[in-house]
């Protein structure tokens, strides 16, 4: 087992990464001190796992209370977040009852969320299944549901007291989601880690066979990189907006196409590739930079074509980002690879000749 | 002009009070650099005072988006705060544009809980025209909206970057209201500041009359207090929950006759009457004192007779309140007028006793 800590002054918190972690109570029962906790898990995260936590749980005494939702995006939402609250009160949990989320990135968004809300706030635990959630999500605090206008566009920041990855949860991952895990390891590395990049790039083919030993460096590799970002800029004021390159391209094909249809590591994988063209067209990067870019992702088994949805609607769909400041665009894009930063100018013209021919990459 | 600081390290702010701050932008303009801000009010506080504050804002360049709610505490609830982030996603509102909110308590909240969670957060201001909301609930950052299960049930700390009290706008407060904003400046001197409470008995009356300097002296000495006990237990941890005097009675009244039938002030004054009773049957205060509390209500036009709802109904309903812990009730007792503690062991026949007679309180 790795431990990795993020240091967040009196919110730090440590992350264990490890095969096997579900059936170590010594992990959770330091933040469970009053005998119950609420675990929020899915419908398809739930038969396969909520059981075997509920064992380890209750063989020290832990009651739990099971909250299992729809799975998908597209319930990452008001409702669902309610049922959450009806079943926190119909038990009667109070302020210090804990909320576990089993689950993957939506799970961890809706229960952190609802933590983060519930009497004003009550402990959160994080047990991510999915690789997107136990490189990315699960670190950091951020959670939210999406609004019909837009996605995440109701959140809160909400650090967890810890959390616990066991990496057997990633046997009975679907491939498309283990793919798109992936999208977010490739990023720390092309945002701020080259060697990482690198890394990804030998090792994408063994990502992909679910080989345990780069499954394991990839998650902590990740999380050390997350950590790092988190604890220099917790809010997002800065630093923290890099770890969105590919995403205000992402979460407008997202929006498109609807919630659900593409996942969101694809989503931002695409995402990625437009704006490694446009850094490209910028003069910033190489094409053979791009190529790069693309060729780890193909191997990755990643879409790095966007839907063709005409410049004009993305633009559109860009302009409600929340990552636009006071009305003027703001796109994470690549100086090289291992270093990204936020542009506020991108030249219009090329933006939109980017946009025009989405499908357009390196072959 | 008074102003006082709320301290809470790098989340301080002022608060300023006084007669026609609404047309003083030099109170707004250091909160609001970038040229725009989203106004929530209700459709009752909204003509009185929208226009002024819009004009005083538009004279200094900054364009207001007004975001108008049905007034009432019927309408704290999820559906009204979706209205206000409908509003501010179509008019494009981002990280950085404020959220101010103009009206009572229930405006607060909302608004308060829009401004934690829109894009995980944005600036807030607030600008109480209630005496309630003046002098206790638009201090110290707590907001939220209610669940059919429970009041404030969902929601968030979320601090303000400033307080700015008209006390001009108390002219066109309803009587009723008035006399709710003063159970909540009594009961400062209830729990911590037995001058004061003295002082409230003396000033009532005056109060009551709308006598300008006795309403700038009871909301400045009601926000010191407050400041005070947020200082020490932003979070309410500890000392905070002493606010809450009356209250677990008070919501029990409230949710019983459902939300918006007796206003919070109200239900605050004859819960409080419901908590000095059993601190009486206690042996911890004098019936002498509970006299003098429920005089100074009356001199205040505050119910001191809480509704008999039967014993067994009341216990129901305060057992779904957030101030229980761990499945046991906690109450707010009196140990001496300017002395409150948290009481978690009351005997429950002595408890029984008083919610079976509510109404039986000293002529």
């Not at 950590?227 to 997002?236: G, L, N, S, T, W």
């Not at 391209?249 to 446009?278: C, R």
């Not at 190489?286 to 780890?296: C, G, H, K, P």
Request: net charge negative; proline share 5%.
């Amino acid at each position: 087992m790795h431990t990795l800590t993020v240091g967040l002054a009196d919110r730090s918190y440590p992350i264990h990464i490890g095969h096997g972690l579900l059936a170590r109570p010594e992990l959770f029962l330091p933040h469970l001190p009053h005998g119950k906790v609420a675990v929020v898990t899915n419908t398809t995260v739930g038969p396969l796992y909520l059981e075997r936590l509920k064992a380890t749980l209750e063989q020290s005494g832990i009651g739990t209370i099971a909250v299992v939702l729809p799975d998908g995006e597209q319930h990452k939402n008001w409702e669902t977040l309610n049922t959450i609250f009806d079943a926190l009160l119909q038990n009667r949990c109070d302020r210090r009852t804990p909320i576990l989320a089993l689950g993957g990135g939506v799970i961890g968004d809706l229960a952190g969320f609802a933590a983060a809300t519930y009497m004003r706030g009550v402990p959160f635990i994080q047990v991510p299944t999915t690789l997107l959630a136990q490189v990315d999500s699960s670190v950091g605090g951020k959670t939210g549901i999406n609004h019909p206008l837009g996605k995440n566009m109701v959140g809160a920041f909400w650090q967890p007291l810890a959390v616990i990855t066991d990496t057997a949860t990633l046997d009975t991952l679907p491939d498309r989601e283990l793919s798109a895990g992936i999208a977010e390891v490739v990023k720390y590395g092309l945002i701020r880690d080259a060697d990482f990049f690198a890394w990804s790039e030998r090792h994408a083919t063994e990502l992909l066979g679910r080989r345990p030993e780069a499954l394991q460096e990839a998650i902590s590799r990740s999380c050390r990189n997350k950590a790092e970002v988190v604890e220099a800029d917790e809010r997002e004021t800065g630093e923290r907006a890099l770890l969105n390159l590919g995403h205000t391209f992402g979460h407008a094909i997202e929006n498109a196409l609807g919630y659900g249809s593409w996942l969101h590591g694809e989503a931002v994988a695409a995402g990625t590739v437009l704006a490694a063209g446009l850094s490209s067209a910028m003069g910033l990067i190489t094409e053979a930079d791009v190529e790069r870019i693309v060729r780890v992702y193909r191997l990755a088994r990643l879409p790095v074509a966007a839907p063709d949805l005409g410049a004009d609607r993305y633009l559109e769909l860009m302009g409600l980002d929340k990552k636009v400041q006071g009305g003027r665009l703001r796109l994470i894009l690549l100086r090289r690879i291992g270093e990204a930063f936020v542009c506020g100018d991108a030249p219009e013209a090329l933006l939109k000749g980017v946009l025009s021919h989405p499908a357009h990459c390196p072959s």
